[in-house]
């Protein structure tokens, strides 16, 4: 199997819960991770064969490890505290372990590899019916660090079912209508009755890009693309409004004059997150250094900027829930130009994976992943936590690596072609 995806299958299982168990100061995604490098190492020092032509994540995420660093190396305050706020960046490395473990794997690897990612966002589903259903029953499980086992974080939760959604409505066409049908239908229903609006627009992209997959063919928009696009299009504007998740989303396009507690807290909650993201932006902005190179790791910026005033301070939140003003606070331009550049280089891969029609089922698990995460990123703190951040450079390193090996694949055909038809121009 591709290396790191039981940190991967782990980490979707459980998510935040799972993330927090820990041995001594190592916590287990931590643990595993160390062992998948360990493992990758040792195997190709003991293989014995000479490695072929491998690619790499590119130079983007290098970049983001070397900025990352280079910050590190000037803590001044408590290391324990900048180094669990450099931890997600440094995760990015996870990416340079699946490119190359991508690339060495054969056809069946693959496959285990969706298969055991697959089984871990059934049991997430499964912890999740019970905990949407049975909230009394939860909250008698035991504790796990801050948080408890089978506790609900919406905004990644929703998010992880909505991969598992996406994946069932791919699956449906191998067979087993009723049983992939009835999966994804669950984990949808799961979701829409959650509170979160990215991760319900999470959702709704995986949908989306799952059914323009299954309808698509060479690249094309098929009239039968196009039907089944408008009729998840249909289907999520009547269930919108029936889900809470839904009613949240549409409050905030309602009058301001409105009374409703939905629409208040919808809006109020929009507003404190917008004064935040202001407040930290301009913290980092009336710094010359800051704004180069941000703050570093260590400092609690969104206090400092005062951002947590209308957020929540004293609650230990430490991100303004949102993966850009984070990276642009933490790292200054320097740090979000690589950011920016590297997501934008995922995305044009997404879209071009999209277009090209239905690519293997790694490739597709990958693009869910990355869509998702990166949806819910953008209002959540999720690419700040491991149980999000790992699993997204996992996907990301295996998208970056495959698009690097297709274009060199393509690049090389047109010299064969010159190198074969060229004797035959010579005999003319």
Aim: aromatic fraction near 6%; include cysteine.
């Amino acid at each position: 199997m591709i290396a790191g995806v039981a940190t991967v299958a782990v980490l979707l299982t459980g998510g935040r819960w799972v993330s927090h168990m820990h041995v001594g100061p190592l916590y287990i995604g931590d643990l595993l991770l160390c062992a998948a490098f360990l493992h990758a190492i040792l195997s190709r020092l003991l293989s014995g064969k000479r490695p072929g032509l491998i690619y790499g994540p590119g130079v983007l995420v290098g970049l983001l490890l070397v900025v990352a660093g280079f910050r590190l190396l000037d803590v001044q305050g408590d290391v324990r505290t900048a180094a669990r706020d450099a931890a997600p960046f440094a995760y990015a490395a996870i990416a340079y372990l699946s490119a190359g473990a991508y690339q060495r794997v054969s056809d069946r690897g693959r496959e285990r590899t969706v298969r055991m990612i697959h089984g871990g966002l059934l049991l997430h589903l499964g912890w999740m019916v019970v905990a949407t259903l049975a909230p009394e029953f939860v909250a008698t499980l035991p504790q796990v660090g801050n948080t408890r086992v089978f506790e609900i974080r919406t905004d990644f939760d929703v998010a992880v079912l909505g991969v598992l959604t996406g994946l069932s409505i791919l699956r449906i066409r191998r067979g087993r209508v009723w049983l992939h049908a009835s999966v994804a239908i669950a984990a949808l229903l799961t979701g829409l009755a959650q509170v979160n609006r990215a991760g319900l627009l999470s959702c709704a992209a995986c949908v989306l890009v799952a059914v323009v997959f299954r309808a698509g063919r060479n690249g094309r928009l098929t009239p039968r693309a196009v039907f089944l696009g408008a009729t998840a299009v249909l289907g999520v504007a009547v269930v919108l409004p029936l889900s809470p998740a839904g009613q949240r989303l549409l409050a905030l396009n309602a009058r301001p004059t409105s009374s409703s507690e939905i629409v208040e807290n919808a809006q109020g909650t929009t507003r404190a997150r917008l004064i935040a993201w202001d407040r930290v932006v301009t913290y980092t902005l009336d710094d010359p250094a800051r704004s180069a190179i941000g703050v570093g790791f260590g400092p609690d910026f969104l206090q400092l900027s005062n951002g947590d005033l209308v957020i929540g301070r004293g609650i230990g939140v430490r991100s303004p829930h949102n993966y850009l003003v984070t990276c642009f606070a933490r790292l200054g331009f320097v740090g979000l130009t690589v950011v920016v550049a590297l997501l934008a280089g995922l995305l044009a891969i997404v879209f071009r994976t999209v277009r090209r029609g239905p690519p293997d089922e790694l490739t597709s698990l990958c693009v869910l992943l990355v869509l998702s995460l990166l949806i819910a990123a953008m209002l959540g703190v999720i690419l700040e936590s491991p149980f999000g951040a790992a699993p997204f450079f996992w996907a990301a390193g295996i998208l970056l690596a495959g698009d690097r090996s297709q274009r060199a694949r393509l690049r090389q055909k047109p010299e064969q072609n010159t190198l074969v038809s060229s004797p035959q121009e010579v005999l003319v």
